[in-house]
Nanobody, 123 residues
Framework: QVQLVESGGGLVQAGASLRLSCAGTGRTFSNYAMGWFRQTPGKEREFVATISSGGNSYYADSVKGRFTISRDEVKNTVYLQMNSLKPADTAVYYC?????????????????WGQGTQVTVSS
C-alpha cells in the first residue's frame, strides 16, 4: 500500500522555523516529483514547492527565499524547511507525489497525497 506520511507541524511564533517531513512507504519515490501544498478552511489547496526527480526545485512566490524543499533518496523522504514563518503561512500542509517526475504545480498532476500536518503561526 502506497502511503505518504507528513510530520513536523506545530504551533510556533512568527519568525520561527519548522521542518516538515514526508516519508513514503509502499514504493520508491526516487523517480517521482514531490510537492508540498497547503490549504486553509474555505480555500482551495495551493502550491508551495516542488522538487523533480532530478533535484530541480520550484517555489511559490509567497515562500521563495524562506522555504527550501529537499529530498533524501535513501530515506524515501522529502522535507520542507520553513524559515521566517508568518501568520499567513498558517495552514494544513500536504505532501504529494507525481509519477512523471517533472516540475509541476497543479493539484491534479499529483498521484499520491499524504493526510496533512497542521502548521499554525501566531503573531
Amino acid at each position: 500500500q502506497v502511503q505518504l506520511v507528513e510530520s513536523g507541524g506545530g504551533l510556533v511564533q512568527a519568525g520561527a522555523s519548522l521542518r516538515l517531513s514526508c516519508a513514503g512507504t509502499g514504493r520508491t519515490f526516487s523517480n517521482y516529483a514531490m510537492g508540498w501544498f497547503r490549504q486553509t478552511p474555505g480555500k482551495e489547496r495551493e502550491f508551495v514547492a516542488t522538487i523533480s526527480s532530478g533535484g530541480n526545485s520550484y517555489y511559490a512566490d509567497s515562500v521563495k527565499g524562506r522555504f527550501t524543499i529537499s529530498r533524501d533518496e535513501v530515506k524515501n523522504t522529502v522535507y520542507l524547511q520553513m524559515n521566517s514563518l508568518k501568520p499567513a503561512d498558517t495552514a494544513v500542509y500536504y505532501c504529494a507525489a507525481d509519477r512523471l517526475g517533472v516540475i509541476t504545480t497543479g493539484v491534479s498532476d499529483y498521484d499520491y497525497w499524504g493526510q496533512g500536518t497542521q502548521v499554525t503561526v501566531s503573531s
